[in-house]
């Protein structure tokens, strides 16, 4: 069975910073495309930023130049670094893994709580 497990959440002040993990199992990692997605309450799931599996990135509007995210293939495993985060940024974040057509369905973690406040 396909996991995808997120650690790293947390409370934090605004203008903090946050590393958040996910680790990937029993899936071919490298040729997915990572994905972290957030939700806020009251509000639709959003996407935060993707890596391809050649590195590709692409980020929401909302956290360009905030947020970085970066993979390892050898670790299986996909980070989110969030700096000067503020208290929009608080959400449910979740990872997802997107396989190439062919390969199946979509994959989701179960998320982290980041929450931002003084």
């Known amino acids: 069975q396909v996991t995808l497990v997120e650690s790293g959440g947390g409370l934090v002040q605004p203008g903090g910073s946050l590393r958040l993990s996910c680790a990937a199992s029993?899936?071919?990692?490298?040729?997915?495309?990572m994905g972290w997605y957030r939700q806020a309450p009251g509000k639709q799931r959003e996407l935060v930023a993707t890596?391809?599996?050649?590195?590709?990135?692409k980020y929401a509007d909302s956290v360009k130049g905030r947020f970085t995210i970066s993979r390892d293939n050898a670790k299986n495993t996909v980070y989110l670094q969030m700096n000067s985060l503020k208290p929009e940024d608080t959400a449910l974040y979740y990872c997802?893994?997107?396989?190439?057509?062919?390969?199946?369905?979509?994959?989701w973690g179960q998320g982290t709580q980041v929450t931002v406040s003084s």
């Open positions: 997802n893994a997107h396989p190439p057509r062919g390969y199946g369905d979509d994959y």
């Open positions: 890596i391809t599996s050649s590195r590709s990135t």
């Open positions: 029993r899936i071919i990692f490298s040729i997915m495309t």
